[in-house]
Protein backbone atom coordinates (compact mmCIF):
# COMPACT_ATOMS: atom_id res chain seq x y z
CA UNK A 1 0.00 0.00 0.00
CA UNK A 2 1.15 3.47 -0.86
CA UNK A 3 0.16 6.83 -0.58
CA UNK A 4 1.13 10.83 -2.36
CA UNK A 5 2.90 13.13 -0.71
CA UNK A 6 -0.50 15.35 -0.52
CA UNK A 7 -2.52 12.27 0.86
CA UNK A 8 -3.09 10.36 4.08
CA UNK A 9 -1.45 6.94 4.37
CA UNK A 10 -3.82 3.74 5.80
CA UNK A 11 -2.23 4.17 9.42
CA UNK A 12 -1.25 7.58 9.82
CA UNK A 13 -2.46 8.93 13.39
CA UNK A 14 -2.33 12.56 12.30
CA UNK A 15 0.60 15.23 12.47
CA UNK A 16 3.76 14.85 15.25
CA UNK A 17 3.03 15.84 19.04
CA UNK A 18 3.49 19.64 19.01
CA UNK A 19 4.38 20.13 15.18
CA UNK A 20 8.41 19.38 16.20
CA UNK A 21 10.73 19.37 13.51
CA UNK A 22 11.86 16.29 12.41
CA UNK A 23 15.55 15.29 13.17
CA UNK A 24 16.54 13.54 9.71
CA UNK A 25 19.91 10.29 10.15
CA UNK A 26 21.30 9.99 7.13
CA UNK A 27 23.41 7.15 5.57
CA UNK A 28 25.93 7.23 2.96
CA UNK A 29 27.70 3.93 2.17
CA UNK A 30 30.71 4.51 0.70
CA UNK A 31 33.37 2.00 -1.48
CA UNK A 32 36.23 3.23 -3.81
CA UNK A 33 33.83 6.88 -3.70
CA UNK A 34 36.75 9.42 -3.53
CA UNK A 35 35.31 10.62 -7.08
CA UNK A 36 31.75 11.02 -5.74
CA UNK A 37 31.37 11.73 -2.33
CA UNK A 38 31.66 15.09 -1.52
CA UNK A 39 29.50 16.46 -4.34
CA UNK A 40 26.68 14.58 -2.58
CA UNK A 41 28.24 15.94 1.12
CA UNK A 42 28.12 19.31 0.21
CA UNK A 43 25.05 18.99 -1.41
CA UNK A 44 23.46 18.33 1.19
CA UNK A 45 25.12 20.31 3.74
CA UNK A 46 24.39 23.53 1.06
CA UNK A 47 20.48 23.22 2.28
CA UNK A 48 21.39 24.86 5.81
CA UNK A 49 19.30 22.37 7.39
CA UNK A 50 20.85 21.85 11.17
CA UNK A 51 18.76 19.37 11.61
CA UNK A 52 20.76 16.29 9.75
CA UNK A 53 22.54 13.81 11.39
CA UNK A 54 24.95 12.19 8.66
CA UNK A 55 26.78 9.10 8.68
CA UNK A 56 28.98 8.05 5.81
CA UNK A 57 29.89 4.42 6.19
CA UNK A 58 32.75 3.41 4.66
CA UNK A 59 33.22 -0.40 3.25
CA UNK A 60 37.41 -0.33 4.07
CA UNK A 61 37.68 1.71 0.59
CA UNK A 62 40.81 0.83 -1.20
CA UNK A 63 40.99 4.04 -2.60
CA UNK A 64 41.50 7.53 -1.53
CA UNK A 65 37.80 8.09 -0.19
CA UNK A 66 38.94 8.70 4.00
CA UNK A 67 41.52 10.84 3.12
CA UNK A 68 40.27 12.88 0.77
CA UNK A 69 36.83 13.03 3.44
CA UNK A 70 39.44 14.17 5.82
CA UNK A 71 41.32 17.01 3.51
CA UNK A 72 37.72 18.19 2.65
CA UNK A 73 36.63 18.44 6.25
CA UNK A 74 39.90 20.07 7.01
CA UNK A 75 39.58 23.06 4.35
CA UNK A 76 43.26 21.87 3.08
CA UNK A 77 41.87 20.50 -0.30
CA UNK A 78 39.89 23.20 -1.60
CA UNK A 79 36.38 22.01 -3.27
CA UNK A 80 34.70 22.54 -6.41
CA UNK A 81 31.18 21.69 -7.55
CA UNK A 82 30.80 19.42 -10.18
CA UNK A 83 30.85 21.30 -13.98
CA UNK A 84 27.53 18.88 -14.63
CA UNK A 85 25.90 19.63 -11.58
CA UNK A 86 21.81 19.99 -12.11
CA UNK A 87 21.63 22.63 -9.60
CA UNK A 88 23.79 25.73 -8.19
CA UNK A 89 25.10 25.21 -4.40
CA UNK A 90 27.69 27.20 -2.28
CA UNK A 91 30.18 24.87 -0.81
CA UNK A 92 30.03 24.72 3.02
CA UNK A 93 32.49 27.04 5.30
CA UNK A 94 35.71 24.99 6.34
CA UNK A 95 36.47 23.74 8.92
CA UNK A 96 34.06 20.85 9.45
CA UNK A 97 33.73 18.72 12.24
CA UNK A 98 34.51 15.15 10.83
CA UNK A 99 34.13 12.68 14.24
CA UNK A 100 36.14 9.04 13.29
CA UNK A 101 34.83 5.86 14.57
CA UNK A 102 34.38 2.12 14.51
CA UNK A 103 31.08 -0.05 14.61
CA UNK A 104 29.41 0.05 18.02
CA UNK A 105 30.98 4.32 18.71
CA UNK A 106 28.50 6.10 20.78
CA UNK A 107 26.71 9.21 19.32
CA UNK A 108 28.63 12.33 19.08
CA UNK A 109 26.51 15.58 18.50
CA UNK A 110 29.59 17.72 17.93
CA UNK A 111 29.89 16.03 14.61
CA UNK A 112 28.73 18.16 11.43
CA UNK A 113 29.99 14.50 9.59
CA UNK A 114 30.41 11.43 11.30
CA UNK A 115 32.55 8.70 8.88
CA UNK A 116 31.97 5.04 10.30
CA UNK A 117 34.74 2.90 9.79
CA UNK A 118 33.09 -0.89 8.73
CA UNK A 119 36.23 -2.79 8.68
CA UNK A 120 35.73 -4.63 5.74
CA UNK A 121 33.12 -4.72 2.40
CA UNK A 122 30.16 -5.65 4.31
CA UNK A 123 28.08 -4.71 0.50
CA UNK A 124 25.06 -2.09 0.32
CA UNK A 125 22.98 -3.68 3.16
CA UNK A 126 25.55 -4.24 6.02
CA UNK A 127 27.04 -0.72 5.38
CA UNK A 128 23.37 0.71 5.66
CA UNK A 129 22.85 -1.26 8.75
CA UNK A 130 26.11 -0.22 10.37
CA UNK A 131 24.76 3.25 9.78
CA UNK A 132 21.32 2.62 10.70
CA UNK A 133 22.94 1.21 14.55
CA UNK A 134 24.41 4.00 15.31
CA UNK A 135 21.96 6.92 13.99
CA UNK A 136 19.32 4.72 15.98
CA UNK A 137 21.32 5.77 19.16
CA UNK A 138 20.28 9.85 18.44
CA UNK A 139 16.84 9.21 20.26
CA UNK A 140 15.78 12.27 18.09
CA UNK A 141 15.95 10.97 15.82
CA UNK A 142 12.59 9.31 14.26
CA UNK A 143 13.58 9.09 10.27
CA UNK A 144 16.55 7.38 8.75
CA UNK A 145 17.21 8.74 4.92
CA UNK A 146 19.75 6.37 3.07
CA UNK A 147 20.89 7.84 -0.02
CA UNK A 148 23.69 6.70 -2.72
CA UNK A 149 27.05 8.27 -2.66
CA UNK A 150 27.07 8.80 -6.21
CA UNK A 151 23.53 11.06 -5.55
CA UNK A 152 23.17 15.11 -5.28
CA UNK A 153 19.85 16.78 -3.65
CA UNK A 154 18.98 20.41 -3.39
CA UNK A 155 17.76 22.27 -0.72
CA UNK A 156 14.26 22.11 -2.23
CA UNK A 157 13.84 18.22 -2.00
CA UNK A 158 15.20 18.12 1.56
CA UNK A 159 12.70 20.71 2.88
CA UNK A 160 10.01 18.88 0.87
CA UNK A 161 10.79 15.71 3.24
CA UNK A 162 10.76 17.47 5.91
CA UNK A 163 7.25 19.08 5.42
CA UNK A 164 6.07 15.86 4.54
CA UNK A 165 7.47 14.40 8.18
CA UNK A 166 5.62 16.83 9.98
CA UNK A 167 2.40 15.44 8.98
CA UNK A 168 2.73 12.12 7.91
CA UNK A 169 1.96 9.78 10.90
CA UNK A 170 2.99 6.55 10.98
CA UNK A 171 4.94 5.36 7.83
CA UNK A 172 7.23 2.62 6.52
CA UNK A 173 8.75 4.11 3.79
CA UNK A 174 9.22 7.31 1.83
CA UNK A 175 10.35 8.16 -1.64
CA UNK A 176 10.32 10.34 -4.18
CA UNK A 177 11.95 11.01 -7.40
CA UNK A 178 15.36 10.09 -8.58
CA UNK A 179 16.52 11.47 -12.32
CA UNK A 180 19.72 10.70 -13.91
CA UNK A 181 22.73 13.05 -12.85
CA UNK A 182 23.91 13.08 -16.56
CA UNK A 183 20.79 13.50 -18.06
CA UNK A 184 18.70 15.53 -14.79
CA UNK A 185 15.60 16.13 -17.11
CA UNK A 186 15.34 12.39 -17.53
CA UNK A 187 13.54 9.99 -14.38
CA UNK A 188 15.57 7.10 -13.54
CA UNK A 189 13.09 5.73 -11.10
CA UNK A 190 9.68 7.00 -8.99
CA UNK A 191 9.33 3.96 -7.05
CA UNK A 192 9.71 0.47 -7.88
CA UNK A 193 7.71 -2.81 -9.37
CA UNK A 194 8.00 -6.49 -8.69
CA UNK A 195 6.95 -9.83 -10.33
CA UNK A 196 6.98 -12.19 -7.05
CA UNK A 197 6.42 -14.63 -10.25
CA UNK A 198 9.73 -14.33 -11.50
CA UNK A 199 11.46 -11.72 -9.37
CA UNK A 200 12.05 -9.36 -12.04
CA UNK A 201 12.08 -5.64 -10.81
CA UNK A 202 10.51 -2.11 -12.88
CA UNK A 203 11.59 1.20 -12.39
CA UNK A 204 8.23 2.95 -12.75
CA UNK A 205 8.66 6.21 -15.31
CA UNK A 206 12.13 4.90 -16.04
CA UNK A 207 13.62 7.36 -19.08
CA UNK A 208 10.73 9.75 -19.29
CA UNK A 209 10.37 13.45 -19.06
CA UNK A 210 10.64 14.94 -15.51
CA UNK A 211 8.95 18.13 -16.02
CA UNK A 212 6.04 16.39 -18.50
CA UNK A 213 5.28 12.77 -15.80
CA UNK A 214 3.36 13.02 -13.10
CA UNK A 215 3.75 11.00 -9.84
CA UNK A 216 2.69 7.70 -10.01
CA UNK A 217 -0.49 6.24 -8.48
CA UNK A 218 -0.24 5.38 -5.23
CA UNK A 219 -0.71 1.21 -5.53
CA UNK A 220 2.40 1.07 -8.24
CA UNK A 221 4.77 1.34 -5.53
CA UNK A 222 5.99 -2.13 -4.55
CA UNK A 223 9.30 -0.82 -3.48
CA UNK A 224 11.53 2.27 -2.90
CA UNK A 225 14.86 2.78 -4.42
CA UNK A 226 18.38 1.82 -2.09
CA UNK A 227 19.37 5.26 -4.13
CA UNK A 228 17.14 7.71 -1.82
CA UNK A 229 14.93 6.29 0.51
CA UNK A 230 13.72 6.93 4.11
CA UNK A 231 12.49 4.99 6.61
CA UNK A 232 10.56 5.43 9.68
CA UNK A 233 12.10 4.45 13.46
CA UNK A 234 8.82 2.56 13.36
CA UNK A 235 9.44 0.19 11.03
CA UNK A 236 12.82 -0.22 11.42
CA UNK A 237 12.43 -1.22 15.35
CA UNK A 238 9.74 -3.48 13.71
CA UNK A 239 11.14 -4.99 10.97
CA UNK A 240 14.87 -5.16 12.08
CA UNK A 241 17.43 -3.96 9.87
CA UNK A 242 18.39 -5.55 6.18
CA UNK A 243 19.30 -9.15 5.12
CA UNK A 244 22.84 -8.52 4.26
CA UNK A 245 23.34 -12.29 2.20
CA UNK A 246 22.17 -10.40 -0.81
CA UNK A 247 25.12 -7.82 -0.85
CA UNK A 248 24.03 -6.44 -4.07
CA UNK A 249 20.50 -5.66 -5.18
CA UNK A 250 17.50 -6.68 -4.04
CA UNK A 251 17.87 -5.84 -0.12
CA UNK A 252 15.68 -3.04 -0.78
CA UNK A 253 12.97 -5.00 -2.09
CA UNK A 254 13.32 -7.61 0.44
CA UNK A 255 13.19 -5.12 3.41
CA UNK A 256 9.57 -3.62 1.76
CA UNK A 257 7.97 -6.58 1.60
CA UNK A 258 8.40 -7.06 5.18
CA UNK A 259 6.82 -3.82 6.15
CA UNK A 260 3.71 -5.69 7.27
CA UNK A 261 0.59 -3.14 7.50
CA UNK A 262 3.13 0.41 7.34
CA UNK A 263 2.47 1.86 4.34
CA UNK A 264 4.68 2.97 1.30
CA UNK A 265 4.36 6.80 0.76
CA UNK A 266 5.33 8.92 -2.05
CA UNK A 267 6.57 12.79 -1.90
CA UNK A 268 5.88 15.18 -4.71
CA UNK A 269 8.98 17.21 -4.65
CA UNK A 270 11.43 14.72 -2.98
CA UNK A 271 14.01 14.79 -5.81
CA UNK A 272 17.65 13.54 -5.75
CA UNK A 273 19.94 13.15 -9.25
CA UNK A 274 21.74 10.24 -9.06
CA UNK A 275 24.98 9.36 -11.06
CA UNK A 276 24.20 5.78 -11.75
CA UNK A 277 25.84 2.78 -12.36
CA UNK A 278 29.74 5.08 -11.06
CA UNK A 279 30.35 1.91 -8.55
CA UNK A 280 29.29 -1.33 -9.51
CA UNK A 281 28.57 -0.43 -13.54
CA UNK A 282 24.64 -0.55 -13.09
CA UNK A 283 23.20 0.14 -17.04
CA UNK A 284 22.56 3.99 -17.75
CA UNK A 285 21.91 5.73 -21.07
CA UNK A 286 23.52 4.18 -23.52
CA UNK A 287 25.45 1.59 -21.47
CA UNK A 288 24.89 -2.07 -21.07
CA UNK A 289 25.36 -2.95 -17.18
CA UNK A 290 28.60 -4.69 -16.19
CA UNK A 291 29.22 -8.43 -15.82
CA UNK A 292 29.49 -7.85 -12.24
CA UNK A 293 26.01 -5.95 -12.02
CA UNK A 294 24.90 -8.20 -14.39
CA UNK A 295 26.09 -11.37 -11.90
CA UNK A 296 24.87 -9.78 -8.80
CA UNK A 297 21.63 -8.78 -9.36
CA UNK A 298 20.62 -12.06 -11.12
CA UNK A 299 22.47 -14.01 -8.17
CA UNK A 300 20.05 -11.80 -5.79
CA UNK A 301 17.17 -12.24 -7.67
CA UNK A 302 17.66 -16.22 -7.21
CA UNK A 303 17.99 -15.70 -3.46
CA UNK A 304 14.53 -13.60 -3.16
CA UNK A 305 12.98 -15.98 -4.90
CA UNK A 306 14.65 -19.22 -2.70
CA UNK A 307 13.78 -16.73 0.10
CA UNK A 308 10.04 -15.66 -0.31
CA UNK A 309 8.52 -17.74 -3.12
CA UNK A 310 10.36 -21.08 -3.43
CA UNK A 311 7.65 -22.35 -5.82
CA UNK A 312 8.62 -19.63 -8.18
CA UNK A 313 11.88 -20.97 -8.65
CA UNK A 314 11.42 -22.55 -11.99
CA UNK A 315 9.73 -19.61 -13.55
CA UNK A 316 12.58 -17.36 -12.45
CA UNK A 317 15.24 -19.47 -13.75
CA UNK A 318 13.31 -19.47 -17.19
CA UNK A 319 13.51 -16.55 -17.18
CA UNK A 320 16.76 -15.65 -16.54
CA UNK A 321 18.26 -18.39 -18.96
CA UNK A 322 15.90 -16.63 -21.64
CA UNK A 323 17.09 -13.10 -20.97
CA UNK A 324 20.86 -14.68 -20.97
CA UNK A 325 20.21 -15.95 -24.68
CA UNK A 326 19.03 -12.69 -25.69
CA UNK A 327 21.81 -10.78 -23.93
CA UNK A 328 24.35 -13.61 -25.94
CA UNK A 329 22.77 -12.54 -28.94
CA UNK A 330 23.29 -9.02 -28.74
CA UNK A 331 26.69 -9.73 -28.50
CA UNK A 332 27.68 -9.36 -24.86
CA UNK A 333 29.37 -12.99 -24.33
CA UNK A 334 30.46 -11.53 -20.71
CA UNK A 335 27.29 -10.60 -19.60
CA UNK A 336 25.60 -13.37 -20.70
CA UNK A 337 27.88 -15.47 -18.84
CA UNK A 338 27.34 -13.88 -16.01
CA UNK A 339 24.01 -14.14 -15.68
CA UNK A 340 23.99 -18.21 -16.52
CA UNK A 341 26.47 -18.46 -13.76
CA UNK A 342 24.21 -16.54 -11.30
CA UNK A 343 21.44 -18.38 -11.88
CA UNK A 344 22.81 -22.07 -12.00
CA UNK A 345 25.12 -21.37 -8.59
CA UNK A 346 28.37 -21.47 -10.79
CA UNK A 347 31.60 -19.90 -9.07
CA UNK A 348 31.51 -16.49 -10.40
CA UNK A 349 33.67 -15.28 -13.57
CA UNK A 350 36.95 -13.96 -12.96
CA UNK A 351 35.47 -10.61 -14.63
CA UNK A 352 33.88 -10.60 -11.51
CA UNK A 353 35.61 -12.40 -8.64
CA UNK A 354 38.63 -9.96 -9.63
CA UNK A 355 36.69 -7.16 -8.73
CA UNK A 356 36.72 -7.76 -5.04
CA UNK A 357 39.35 -7.91 -2.73
CA UNK A 358 40.48 -11.36 -1.93
CA UNK A 359 38.70 -10.61 2.13
CA UNK A 360 35.56 -9.44 0.36
CA UNK A 361 35.44 -12.80 -2.34
CA UNK A 362 35.89 -14.64 0.68
CA UNK A 363 33.28 -13.15 2.26
CA UNK A 364 30.35 -12.95 0.20
CA UNK A 365 31.49 -16.59 -1.47
CA UNK A 366 32.98 -18.49 1.57
CA UNK A 367 36.06 -20.03 1.30
CA UNK A 368 35.55 -22.23 -1.10
CA UNK A 369 36.48 -21.63 -4.65
CA UNK A 370 33.56 -24.13 -6.27
CA UNK A 371 29.87 -23.61 -6.76
CA UNK A 372 28.15 -20.07 -5.34
CA UNK A 373 24.92 -21.72 -4.37
CA UNK A 374 23.45 -18.26 -4.02
CA UNK A 375 21.28 -19.41 -1.06
CA UNK A 376 21.61 -17.81 2.35
CA UNK A 377 23.64 -19.50 4.40
CA UNK A 378 24.93 -17.05 6.89
CA UNK A 379 22.57 -14.34 8.33
CA UNK A 380 24.38 -11.54 9.01
CA UNK A 381 22.92 -8.57 11.19
Known sequence: MADHCGGVGVLESGPR?????????VVIVTYNSEDIILDCLESLLSSGDPDLR???VDN???DATVSRLREWAAGTAPYTPPADSPFSFVPAPKPLALIEGQRGMAPDRSADVTLLHSGRNAGYAGGVNAGLAYLAQFEEVDDFWILNPDSMVPGASIA????????????????????YLERPDR???????ISLNTGVTGNINLGKSHRETPPPDAGQLDFITGASLVASRKFYETVGPMIEDYFLYYEEVDWALRRGDLPLIYCD???AYHRAGTSIGSPTFGRIASPFSHYFKYRSRMMFLRRLRPWRLPLG?????AKAAQIMAKGHAPEAWAVVAAVNGLAPPRNVRGVLSPDT??????????KDTGKTQHMRS
Do not use: C, H, W
Not at 17 to 25: A, I, T
Not at 317 to 321: K, S, T
Not at 361 to 370: H, K, L, Q
Open 54 to 56: IVV
Open 361 to 370: AEYVFGRSAG
Open 60 to 62: ASP
Open 187 to 193: IQIDGGT
Open 17 to 25: QEMRKPVLG
Open 160 to 179: ALKQKLVTVGEYGMIGGRVN
Open 317 to 321: YGYAM
Open 269 to 271: GFL
